[in-house]
């Protein structure tokens, strides 16, 4: 029986030499292995090409803009276009930072060849976390064990073989073979498990087959707590310039704007930038309380209009700490046009862009509509203030908007997590 093995790899110098050995090494010979680059700098390719004599195994390259980058899951994207061109019987699948052992192939297919019935197995996998120095900081052992009718978040991308035949059931079925919408980056495989569980069960086999490495530089480590969207207002710090974003675009702001307390600028991985264009500097940043009289009335800039509080007590109900005030010219608050009073009676009028607190939930006001949002969210982005406690009527004063949450919790909405958790092991992608 022929393996087919996809490979997605991107930019992991350090390892993929070692993953490309651990195939030639293999001790089951009938195999070709898809190897889909995602465009990675010389480094790495310089580190595949001595391999593509073995002619087993083909390298498709691909070039992708960074802005696109976050579009799809890219490792499902490549994974659905290695799946139109294998030839394999048995299909299985390897990401950049994850090694084989030898008898990894022998022993998966064994089962199939005295197993007819049986369409899918999983192995027991190492993970090693590894920190910036390419150095183990720890391990541990994700057991396959049993027979699993559920095998989302128990088994690795890495730890399962599976025939072919399956992926035109679930091509019939969902349309697509892996899912690639972006809040599965986290979980793609699991998503694809889901699929797979919906005609066969895992079978497991108890030995370490593979070894995976968690790296700094692994999707997973540098998303964690990240929404897909970069909250309106955010202030970033990029290549030691300060920028804000604006209805979906980056303006350089100047560093007065910023301090390390109240105005803090966060990092962000420059993937979360990319998708934004940069647009003209403002003189003003929004979300600003701005006074032209030193202290008499202040205005808050949003949406680069300024609107007017209906009293200092209003600055100070709605949290605003006087390190954050800032004393501009006359000429310079002329610029900006009216916008709405801000206020908290008669008329419930807050600005935007401050927290909320009702019954449990944390909400953020943005765009005028209230949005939960999760505390490691609140915390990545530095909000600083107390949240605001609000009345009923004050709740149903706005619409509620779409939760902001990391992108991995979009992803888990979809699962029924009682079917997972029974174990207690890690997640896995
Ligand atoms: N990957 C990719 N394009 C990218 C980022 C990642 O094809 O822009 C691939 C990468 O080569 C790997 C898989 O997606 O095979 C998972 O990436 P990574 O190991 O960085 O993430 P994690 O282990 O945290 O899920
Ligand atoms: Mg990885």
Redesign the pocket.
């Known amino acids: 029986m022929k393996v087919s093995v996809i490979?997605?790899?991107?930019n992991?110098p350090d390892f993929i030499d070692r993953v490309l050995r651990s195939m030639v090494e293999q001790t089951y010979q009938h195999w070709e292995l898809l190897i889909?680059d995602?465009g990675s700098e010389q480094e790495t390719i310089q580190k595949i090409e001595p391999f593509l004599d073995d002619e087993r195994i083909q390298l498709y390259s691909h070039q992708i803009h960074p802005a696109n980058?976050l579009t799809t899951v890219?490792?499902a994207t490549?994974i659905n276009e290695a799946l139109t061109r294998i030839t394999g019987e048995l299909v299985c699948y390897l990401?950049?930072?994850t090694v084989y052992r030898k008898d990894r192939l022998e022993k998966m297919v064994d089962v199939f060849q005295s197993n007819p019935d049986i369409d899918i197995v999983y192995s027991s996998q190492r993970v090693v976390q590894v920190n910036q120095h390419s150095m183990e900081t720890g391990s541990f052992v994700r057991e396959a064990e049993q027979v699993l009718e559920h095998a989302s978040f128990q088994v690795d991308h890495c730890s399962v073989m599976h025939r072919r035949r399956l992926l035109s059931l679930i091509h019939d079925q969902y349309g697509q073979y892996w899912a690639d919408d972006p809040k599965h980056w986290?979980h793609g495989d699991s998503v694809f498990w889901k699929r797979l569980n919906h005609f066969a069960a895992f079978f497991p086999l108890k030995e370490i087959l593979d070894i995976t490495y968690?790296?700094p530089?692994?999707?997973?480590?540098m998303f964690s707590s990240m929404p897909y969207d970069l909250i309106d207002g955010t202030v970033i710090e990029k290549g030691g310039d300060y920028y804000q974003i604006a209805h979906g675009y980056l303006h350089r702001i100047d560093r007065r704007w910023v301090n390390g307390k109240n105005r803090r600028a966060i990092r962000v991985p420059s993937l979360c930038t990319m998708k934004y264009e940069i647009r003209e500097m403002l003189t003003v940043p929004n979300d600003t309380v701005v006074t032209a009289d030193y202290g008499k009335t202040f205005y808050y800039i949003e949406h680069q209009k300024k609107r007017r509080f209906a009293s200092k007590r209003d600055v100070q109900y709605f949290q605003f700490h006087p390190n954050e005030i800032y004393t501009i010219s006359n000429e310079q608050l002329e610029t900006f046009e009216d916008g709405s009073i801000i206020q908290v009676s008669p008329v419930f009028s807050p600005p935007n862009r401050r927290l909320f607190k009702w019954k449990q939930d944390i909400y953020l006001l943005v765009h005028d509509t209230f949005c939960r949002i999760v505390p490691e969210v609140v915390k990545l982005f530095a909000f600083y203030h107390q949240p605001i406690k609000l009345y009923p009527s004050q709740f149903a004063f706005f619409p509620e908007g779409k939760p902001i949450v990391p992108l991995y919790m979009e992803s888990l909405q979809e699962f029924d997590m009682s079917l997972y958790q029974t174990s207690g092991r890690k997640y896995s992608?």
Do not use: E, I, V
């Not at 490979?7 to 991107?10: D, E, K, R, V």
């Not at 530089?217 to 480590?221: A, D, E, G, K």
């Open positions: 490979l997605t790899s991107y992991k889909m995602d980058r890219r490792y490549l990401t950049d930072d986290h968690k790296t530089q692994s999707f997973h480590h992608s």
